[in-house]
Antibody
Framework: QLLESGGDLVQPGGSLRLSCAASGFTFSSSTMSWVRQAPGKGLEWVSSIGVGLYYADSVKGRFTISRDNSENTLSLQLTSLRAEDTAIYYC?????????WGQGTLVTVSS | IVMTQSPATLSLSPGERATLSCRASQTVSSNLAWYQQRPGQAPRLLIYDASTRATGIPARFSGSGSGTEFTLTISSLQSEDFAVYYCQQHNYWPRTFGQGTKVEIK
């Protein structure tokens, strides 16, 4: 199971930290990613960890992915938020293909 | 890598065969996945490595292709199959998705 939290309404330029609690598999040996979906739009890969660190160009320098293997938790720190970052953020298992998805947490960037 | 799916919308009746296409702007070998997203739900992995069904996926779903041209086939549409389908390449960074094909009831 993957359970995201931390989504909220935030003003442009603001920051937010998303968390994902993992259970039911060996988190410490798993690659993990974040994928987002703007309202009514398609899927956009954001970041992956476990095969190195990778970021989409659209978030590089603003978002930071991290993990705590002792707590089975994946995190995404979002800074300098923009309106175009408004989306459901999914925590997903995998970094090549994504074989299990959480239900997502909504981030809304608006004044 | 730009992934282009066609058609944008496929209108079919239950029991019919669905054929969805995905094209990559350059070769991605067999590193291609397919996902299903039902309304209000998270996506679900159907196929990876172009033709390997994920755990628990019914045999009516099949994937084929390599290089730049890929196909997802649903042999006989069930009511629960009406959804949006996305392809995604996992050969290069950044990982990229197609824009989606909506399979709707005719």
């Amino acid at each position: 199971q993957l359970l995201e939290s931390g989504g909220d309404l935030v003003q442009p330029g603001g920051s937010l930290r998303l968390s994902c609690a993992a259970s039911g598999f060996t988190f410490s040996s798993s690659t993990m990613s974040w994928v987002r979906q703007a309202p009514g739009k398609g899927l956009e890969w954001v970041s992956s960890i476990g095969v190195g660190l990778y970021y989409a160009d659209s978030v590089k320098g603003r978002f930071t992915i991290s993990r705590d293997n002792s707590e089975n938790t994946l995190s995404l720190q979002l800074t300098s938020l923009r309106a175009e970052d408004t989306a459901i953020y999914y925590c997903v298992k995998g970094a090549h293909y994504f074989d299990f998805w959480g239900q997502g947490t909504l981030v809304t960037v608006s004044s | 890598i730009v992934m282009t799916q066609s058609p944008a919308t496929l209108s079919l009746s239950p029991g019919e065969r669905a054929t969805l296409s995905c094209r990559a702007s350059q070769t991605v070998s067999s590193n291609l996945a397919w996902y299903q997203q039902r309304p209000g739900q998270a996506p679900r992995l159907l196929i990876y490595d172009a033709s390997t069904r994920a755990t628990g996926i019914p045999a009516r779903f099949s994937g084929s292709g390599s290089g730049t041209e890929f196909t997802l086939t649903i042999s006989s549409l069930q009511s629960e199959d009406f959804a949006v389908y996305y392809c995604q390449q996992h050969n290069y960074w950044p990982r990229t998705f197609g824009q989606g094909t909506k399979v709707e009831i005719k």
